[in-house]
């Protein structure tokens, strides 16, 4: 199973930009997806998760509110939609598999990156 991560790009402040993380195929294996971001000299920052089967959803703090998480179960892609964007919310943004419905680790399946930039 791959995991291919896009959408990323340049965008004002306060623009949106959708991503997207599209599986090569449905597996048992992942039961939820979960967006992480990493900027320049920070560690891995959880962003949401959404689950497969109820499509339950969580957010980290900095994003609530901002951000949505979302599900296309005939494309088998996962999409975050990115509000009222900030200059902080600069980073490359990662999709991982979870074999846990509550979006938990370890994560065998990882995207790439994908770089989104928040700048005037």
């Known amino acids: 199973v791959q995991l291919q991560a896009s959408g990323g790009g340049l965008v004002q402040p306060g623009g949106s930009l959708r991503l997207s993380c599209a599986g090569s195929?449905?597996?048992?294996?992942?039961?939820?997806i979960v967006w992480f971001r990493q900027a320049p000299g920070k560690e891995h920052e959880f962003v949401a998760a959404?689950?497969?089967?109820?499509?339950?959803?969580k957010y980290g703090d900095s994003v609530k509110g901002r951000f949505t998480i979302s599900r296309d179960n005939d494309k088998n892609t996962v999409y975050l939609q990115m509000n009222r964007m900030k200059p902080e919310d600069t980073a490359v943004y990662l999709c991982?598999?979870?074999?846990?419905?509550?979006?938990?680790?370890?994560?065998?399946?990882w995207g790439q990156g994908t770089l989104v930039t928040v700048s005037s």
């Open positions: 991982a598999g979870s074999p846990f419905r509550d979006g938990s680790g370890p994560y065998e399946y």
């Open positions: 195929e449905r597996t048992l294996d992942i039961n939820a």
């Open positions: 959404i689950n497969w089967f109820e499509s339950t959803t």
